[in-house]
């Protein structure tokens, strides 16, 4: 009996295993900016448990990120607009994001065709209720290059 108790609690904690690394696949995005300006996603659902979230940003494109170059921007929905606008000025050396930008809850360097990058941040910067956007910052691509982050 007591071999059986045994087995059994063994087999519960590796049941348990593969429900803890699910819980922390949750806690990241892959998400694709390419050559006809488009984000693969149109929502990122980020789970309340998560302590950090990370989004891994590629581009599958051939362009060149002087001319196609995507970033990946999350602020505040209300904060979206301004924040694109006044990034434009910053210049792509500093990523089309303007250096010490309070509205900016994380953001990628701009990546061109073929190029990847990643940013972490902590989701106790995120509120419920609030309504958060994300986007490519690159002059002319915010319009387009958009989605709507939500913290669940």
């Known amino acids: 009996m007591k071999k059986h108790l045994i087995a059994g609690i063994a087999l519960m904690g590796a049941i ?10 949750s ?3 892959e998400v694709q900016g390419n050559d006809a300006m488009q984000f693969n996603t149109k929502t990122i659902a980020v789970d309340k448990s998560c302590k950090q979230f990370t989004v891994n940003l590629t581009h599958p494109g ?4 002087a001319s196609m170059g995507h970033n990946w921007v999350l602020t505040t ?4 607009q301004k924040v694109a606008t006044d990034g ?4 792509l050396d500093k990523d ?3 250096p010490g930008d309070a509205r900016v809850i994380a ?13 972490t941040f902590d989701v106790s910067k995120l509120k419920a209720g609030e309504k958060y956007a994300y986007f490519c910052s690159f ?7 958009k989605g709507e982050l939500t913290l669940n």
């Open 16 to 25: 348990a295993v593969p429900g803890l690394a699910s819980a922390a696949a």
């Open 27 to 29: 806690c990241s995005v």
């Open 62 to 65: 051939k362009l060149p990120k």
């Open 77 to 80: 929905q209300a904060d979206m």
């Open 88 to 91: 434009m000025s910053a210049g």
């Open 96 to 98: 089309y994001v303007k």
């Open 107 to 119: 953001h990628t360097k701009v990546i061109g065709g073929g190029e990847k990058d990643s940013v």
């Open 139 to 145: 002059p002319g691509h915010w319009a387009i290059m």
